[in-house]
């Protein structure tokens, strides 16, 4: 009866009015309230299920119970086998779709990215890939210091059966550029 007369009083009161934006503090509290009733709800179910399963535990004869005890190590030993398969997969999905390096398997404990029931967390993995370094497009050091001659003294550089194929102008040119150093310098 009183769902009833709030569905009323809900009614009554109507839309906004138009041009007002309804008030972001109310929306909240709306969102807070639908969240803890959800909240509420999924432990009525969990607690509801457990005492559900308790009931049907007292209920199995010996037998019954060691099926079922081998089947809940089969789940669990298959999940285990492919959980860890699951979750590399969705690491190596989600860290090429974020652009970032994923460190070796080896590395990482795999079981941490698992829920409850076996299956990868999601949440935990986005977590995971969004807290891994972006490559940066430039080495982390400094390039060339102290390295001494890079490449070969004749690199770019013109040799003499060039020269012989070239024109006056050409050749002035090229030695302009610098392309005739190694051979001024005997190196070729």
């Known amino acids: 009866m009183d769902e009833i007369k709030n569905d009323q009083t809900a009614a009554d009161q109507g839309p906004a009015p138009e041009g007002q934006a309804p008030d972001v503090a109310a929306l909240q509290a709306e969102i807070d309230k639908w969240k803890a009733m959800s ?9 509801a299920s457990q005492e559900l399963d308790g009931f049907r535990q007292s209920q199995m004869t010996d037998t019954e119970k060691a099926i079922e005890a081998a089947r809940v190590e089969a789940r669990n030993a298959t999940l285990s086998e492919v959980g860890n398969k699951l979750v590399n997969a969705e690491l190596r999905a989600a860290s090429s779709a974020a ?8 590395f990482l404990n795999l079981g941490s990215f ?14 995971f890939v ?7 497009s ?17 690199a770019g550089q013109l040799t003499r059966e060039d020269l012989s194929r070239m024109s006056p102008r050409e050749i002035n040119e090229a030695r302009q550029a610098g392309k005739c150093d190694a051979l001024m310098r005997g190196e070729i």
Do not use: H, M, W
């Open 99 to 106: 652009g970032v390096p994923l460190p070796g398997a080896e």
């Open 138 to 154: 430039a080495p982390s050091y400094s390039q060339n210091i102290g390295l001494g001659r890079q490449g070969s003294p004749a």
């Open 39 to 47: 909240r509420k709800n999924e432990e009525r179910f969990k607690s």
């Open 114 to 127: 698992l829920d409850e029931s076996g299956n990868p967390d999601s949440a935990r993995i986005e977590t």
């Open 130 to 136: 969004s807290s891994l370094p972006k490559p940066g």
